[in-house]
Nanobody, 125 residues
Framework: QVQLVESGGGLVQPGGSLRLSCTAS????????MKWYRQAPGKQRELVAT???????????DYPDSVKGRFSISRDNAKNTVLLQMNNLKLEDTAVYFC???????????????WGQGTQVIVSS
């Protein structure tokens, strides 16, 4: 079993910052990618940040234009933790944010995708 546990959501004013954290635990052999998605009420789930196994230094990050320059994803490999630093938050960033990991649970196991339970971010004045 693999568990992803998110934390760090909350209420923040426009222009403020929040940092989300997601820790993966359980039967993990190797992690290929960790991502953050968000879903606002009535909207589809949207990918907001990707971090590939090569890490930030290897240029393995990607962001959609809607958050580029404001959001930053990083990883603490020793702790299997991925962080999402969100700056200059806007009203439209309000959503439930989900952590996602693509990994193998064993050398012979196929890659599998796992999700956290989500953490609420509300941007409001």
């Amino acid at each position: 079993q693999v568990q992803l546990v998110e934390s760090g959501g909350g209420l923040v004013q426009p222009g403020g910052s929040l940092r989300l954290s997601c820790t993966a635990s359980g039967n993990i052999f190797t992690i290929y990618a960790m991502k953050w998605y968000r879903q606002a009420p009535g909207k589809q789930r949207e990918l907001v940040a990707t971090l590939l196994s090569g890490g930030v230094a290897a240029g393995g990050t990607d962001y959609p234009d809607s958050v580029k320059g404001r959001f930053s994803i990083s990883r603490d490999n020793a702790k299997n933790t991925v962080l999402l630093q969100m700056n200059n938050l806007k009203l439209e960033d309000t959503a439930v944010y989900f952590c996602n990991a693509v990994l193998r649970t064993a050398p012979a196991a196929p890659p599998s995708t796992h999700w956290g339970q989500g953490t609420q971010v509300i941007v409001s004045s």
